[in-house]
């Protein structure tokens, strides 16, 4: 399927890079299939003209899977927040933001959290935003299926949920305390407001180094001074130092505002263009006094420097024969001759894995999926350490898309 238009198309009004091939190709089969098309420069041309296509397109595409207390001690880091720290006043109420809100389980739960600690509705807004209008239409609803309450830690279910058609309804003492809106987190009137909390989980995952910088000075913008910021445990490496302050909480993943000024709520915080991200570098060098040189053998007789090929089969060799501090030398440099391979970067994922640096395995791994949205086995290595780190949603995420190359290819 050429997907020349439909593609670019979609990761410029996200900003999503990690917007695979395959996916893709899967939602805009299944809008195909509901138009009666079954041509693909037809259905693109359907796109650029209608407005109502493109959305719809969106919504088949933005597929996000979530739950009630989702990660439940971001929740019990709220509760404290709120019943030790913030101090309301009728003059200025609580603002929350939940960006991207999805199908509403999060602000919900956060409207839970601020009613069970004894704020009024009057004294609190939680405004929930996300780019796809189906999702924003079943949370208005305020009926869930039984897969959005999971886990027992959490006895909220039972005061504000009640059982209805094979799954549940929610109280309207909470469904009334939230706004959504159909906004995209790129949008340049967006946000218009400042906010004392943002959630902001699981949304930076899928940007590239550059638009997650972007992001996180758009979110700095957002935050009154010293305002909460909650993102996901695998995001935690956007953050730019300086700007915020890690929270010291277990599991809690929330970054403090670094105050700027004595300023009042609305206080506007100028900030520069964030710098291009530098890929990591190392100052060695593969030379013929390197235990490495007799590693790399060229299959160009007539070359006295070895190719890609050899180098990348070099460092496959060292991998295999457990002599990863040797590979991980072979692969910076790699990556720094050729940052454009994803093959590079998935190589340089194997050897931090093999010294069980999951961390950096999980960013090189990224990098290489960033660069090559098809290559299935840095999809499923990437699949595999966020098994080893205890995030089975996001492990489950790249193991669909593993999935989703053989079945579309």
Same mark, same amino acid.
């Given at each position: 399927m050429n997907l020349q238009f439909l593609e670019p198309m979609l990761k410029e009004i996200t900003g999503v890079s990690h917007v695979f091939r395959a996916h893709v190709e899967h939602a805009a089969q299944t809008r195909m299939r509901h138009l009666g098309l079954d041509n693909i420069a037809n259905y693109s041309n359907k796109v650029r003209q209608c407005e109502r296509e493109t959305q719809a397109l969106i919504d088949e595409l933005m597929v996000s899977e979530t739950w009630f207390f989702r990660d439940g001690k971001p929740f019990q880091f709220?509760?404290?927040?709120?019943?030790?720290?913030?101090?309301?006043?009728?003059?200025?109420?609580?603002?929350?933001?939940?960006?991207?809100?999805?199908?509403?389980?999060?602000?919900?739960?956060?409207?839970? *959290?601020?009613?069970?600690?004894? !704020?009024? $509705? %009057?004294?609190? /807004?939680?405004?929930?935003?996300?780019?796809?209008?189906?999702?924003? =239409?079943?949370?208005?609803?305020?009926?869930?299926?039984?897969?959005?309450?999971?886990? =027992?830690?959490?006895?909220?279910?039972?005061?504000?949920? %009640? +059982?209805?058609?094979? #799954?549940?309804?929610?109280?309207?003492? *909470?469904?009334? @305390?939230?706004?959504?809106?159909?906004?995209?987190?790129?949008?340049d009137n967006f946000p218009g407001q400042h906010y004392d909390i943002i959630f902001c989980r699981n949304l930076l995952m899928y940007f590239d180094c550059r638009t997650q910088q972007k992001a996180v000075t758009k979110l700095h913008g957002m935050l009154e001074n010293q305002g909460l910021l909650?993102?996901?445990?695998? +995001?935690? !490496?956007? /953050?730019?130092? #300086?700007?915020? @302050?890690?929270?010291? %909480?277990?599991? @809690?993943?929330?970054?403090?505002?670094?105050?700027?000024?004595?300023?009042?709520?609305?206080?506007?915080?100028?900030?520069?263009?964030?710098?291009?991200?530098?890929?990591?570098? @190392?100052?060695?060098?593969?030379?013929?006094? &390197?235990? !490495?040189?007799?590693?790399?053998?060229?299959?160009?007789? &007539?070359?006295?420097?070895?190719?890609?090929?050899?180098? *990348?089969?070099?460092?496959?060799?060292?991998? =295999?024969?457990?002599? +990863?501090?040797?590979?991980?030398?072979?692969?910076?440099?790699?990556?720094?001759? +050729? $940052?454009?391979? #994803?093959?590079?970067y998935y190589l340089l994922g194997l050897c931090y894995t093999g010294q069980n640096d999951h961390e950096q395995a999980l960013q090189a791994l990224r990098k290489a999926v960033q660069l090559d949205p098809e290559h299935y086995q840095a999809l499923l290595k990437t699949a595999c350490c966020y098994d080893r780190i205890g995030d089975p949603e996001l492990a489950d995420f790249y193991r669909q898309q593993a999935k989703r190359l053989i079945n579309y290819k």
């Open positions: 709220l509760t404290d927040y709120i019943g030790g720290h913030w101090q309301c006043s009728n003059e200025k109420p609580l603002r929350i933001l939940s960006a991207p809100c999805a199908t509403g389980e999060e602000p919900y739960s956060i409207a839970m *959290v601020l009613l069970d600690c004894g !704020l009024h $509705p %009057s004294e609190f /807004i939680i405004d929930a935003v996300d780019i796809s209008k189906r999702a924003l =239409d079943y949370a208005k609803r305020g009926v869930f299926s039984k897969r959005s309450v999971r886990g =027992d830690e959490w006895d909220m279910h039972a005061r504000y949920l %009640s +059982e209805y058609d094979n #799954g549940y309804r929610l109280a309207d003492t *909470v469904r009334h @305390t939230v706004n959504f809106h159909h906004i995209n987190f790129w949008d909650f993102l996901g445990h695998s +995001e935690t !490496l956007c /953050i730019t130092h #300086g700007q915020f @302050t890690s929270v010291p %909480s277990t599991g @809690t993943f929330a970054f403090q505002k670094t105050a700027t000024s004595p300023g009042s709520p609305g206080y506007q915080y100028s900030h520069p263009e964030p710098e291009p991200p530098v890929e990591p570098k @190392t100052s060695h060098h593969i030379t013929a006094d &390197t235990p !490495l040189s007799s590693a790399v053998t060229s299959r160009h007789p &007539t070359s006295n420097q070895p190719g890609k090929a050899d180098i *990348v089969e070099a460092a496959h060799r060292l991998i =295999d024969e457990g002599f +990863e501090q040797h590979a991980l030398l072979l692969c910076h440099q790699y990556t720094q001759d +050729e $940052p454009d391979d #994803g093959h590079g």
